[in-house]
């Protein structure tokens, strides 16, 4: 992460990005019901930022495609056209599948709903997509690919012709039996004679189908790997090794690594299940790969910390090589103050050097090699604080928000309740703090904070008229919202692109 802003620009900070709407999947209709399977679950974009997939509590998959590169050539070709580059991002939609459907565990009489937890891009090959998804216990591996439309040209047979056969047969003074491989039995019904007769040519009338592949394509997905009975508790993540070839899995209390193409065997590399269940203290809340060493992994806990761990120490890594964890200041410890520390996400920036980590009310950003404390911490709803017995009584105290990152390192990104994201920078000397809605006016509603006063007294007027008439939110357009929350969201790899996911539906900004 650079500490003097983009290349390109002047010694100093970035100018704040101006998010603008791209366009909505899925919008529905004011007081339309929203269906509890169609809710949005996973959010994924693969390396290349062309394709993205969501996973919903229903079970399915759905890709999308970008468009606006394919139809203006490579960024090479504009270059030279002296295009702008600078576009309307543009996705549409490519297909979906049922990835998992409901089971039941019969030994342990338990329902295993098809909610998909998370999507991972694997490498592409052959101009086929792959990818992973998994529920709460198993882990499936899809291969998505063009095929070409084969289609049956001549059916197998020739009404005219069967006709005139049919005719001369009942004309015969000799009963025939047509037999089902072509041939005639002829004769009286006599068991002594097994002579079987064909036409001179055999029967014109008979053709074999004939399959001919056409020019027309379609999508079909095929799960190529299944991985199960592997996790005893519910998965909460699955990440993508370096080596394309591996792939590791996170429970409450395992951390298990897989190759991609062996599905009935894992080894088990984190195990924190003490031998009494009743001394357990935490339990592991979110595993990613190092972006480009395949030997490191972290994973964070629900007291607040963050490992990391070297795959070259021991088979299993019961001992870790780093630890990140903020000490708590003295005399702020309240019965809250475990359950908020609790890390729901992790993520690598895309160098390697930094990790950022959410947990209920903060975002924070870790450099690897400092594990005193974090280098920079962002507050995302502390106007909460106040609530957090409502928010215990009603379980939103529990919600796992995720987290992510630029593809420059150059910011930060989070959700929020009432449908609200939270963009800041993270280098050094930044104040850039956006907040935004999961609508078609994302700048709609924003939150007065005290590095950004109001310019003038009309403005703060409105703001405070806005508030007024929008239920659940405050006169500083802080959002008391429980039931619309943004947990999930995504950062386009290489631009200044957010996903994020508002119940069923599906928003896309730029900047």
Not at 117 to 143: H, M, P, R
Not at 287 to 310: Q, T, V, W
Not at 432 to 458: F, H, I, M
Request: glycine share 6%; with cysteine.
């Amino acid at each position: 992460m650079k500490g003097n802003g983009a290349e390109g620009l002047s010694p100093g900070l970035p100018p704040p990005l101006e998010w603008k709407f791209s366009q909505v999947f899925g919008e529905r209709a004011a007081g339309e019901e929203v269906q509890e399977v169609d809710i949005i679950s996973a959010i994924e974009f693969d390396k290349s930022g062309d394709h993205l997939a969501t996973g919903d509590r229903g079970g399915r998959v759905v890709l999308f495609e970008r468009i606006d590169v394919r139809s203006h050539g490579s960024r090479k070709d504009l270059e030279k056209q002296d295009y702008p580059t600078i576009r309307h991002p543009e996705f549409r939609y490519k297909t979906e599948f049922q990835s998992h459907e409901p089971e039941f565990d019969y030994l342990k009489s338990l329902e295993i709903e098809e909610k998909i937890n998370k999507i991972k891009w694997c490498q592409t090959a052959n101009g086929a997509l792959f990818l992973l998804s998994t529920n709460d216990k198993t882990i499936k591996y899809w291969k998505v690919q063009e095929k070409k439309v084969k289609k049956i040209s001549e059916m197998n047979v020739d009404a005219s012709k069967a006709v005139q056969n049919g005719s001369i047969a009942s004309s015969s003074v000799t009963p025939r039996r047509c037999l089902p491989n072509g041939g005639c039995y002829e004769g009286h019904d006599s068991h002594s004679s097994n002579d079987l007769s064909f036409p001179p040519g055999g029967f014109p009338s008979l053709h074999l189908p004939v399959v001919v592949t056409c020019q027309e394509t379609s999508l079909t997905a095929r799960c190529r790997k299944i991985y199960a009975h592997a996790h005893d508790y519910h998965i909460n993540s699955i990440s993508n090794n370096s080596d394309g070839e591996t792939f590791i899995s996170a429970d409450d209390l395992r951390i298990n690594l897989w190759n991609l193409e062996i599905s009935n065997q894992s080894f088990n590399i984190v195990d924190v299940k003490p031998a009494n269940m009743e001394d357990l203290t935490e339990v592991i809340t979110s595993a990613e790969f190092h972006p480009s060493h395949c030997n490191m992994l972290a994973y964070s806990s629900s007291k607040g910390s963050i490992r990391l761990i070297d795959l070259r120490q021991s088979a299993l890594c019961d001992k870790h090589s780093k630890m990140f964890e903020e000490r708590e200041a003295p005399g702020s410890r309240s019965f809250f103050t475990e359950i908020i520390a609790s890390i729901s996400d992790i993520r690598f920036a895309k160098d390697g050097r930094h990790i950022l980590s959410r947990d209920y009310m903060t975002l924070k950003l870790w450099d690897i090699n400092m594990e005193s404390a974090p280098v920079a911490t962002f507050q995302i709803h502390e106007y909460l604080r106040p609530k957090l017995c409502d928010l215990y009584e009603n379980d939103s105290i529990f919600d796992k928000f995720d987290c992510c990152l630029s593809g420059d390192g150059l910011r930060v990104a989070t959700g929020s309740y009432g449908n609200l994201f939270r963009v800041f920078g993270c280098i050094p000397g930044s104040n850039e703090a956006a907040t935004l809605e999961a609508s078609k006016n994302p700048t709609r509603r924003q939150v007065q904070t005290p590095s950004r006063p109001a310019r003038s007294l009309s403005s703060f007027a409105r703001v405070v008229r806005r508030g007024a008439e929008s239920p659940g939110v405050d006169a500083n357009g802080n959002s008391f919202d429980f039931t619309t929350k943004l947990l999930h969201l995504a950062w386009h790899p290489t631009e200044n692109s957010i996903a994020c996911a508002a119940m069923n539906s599906l928003y896309m900004y730029y900047a």
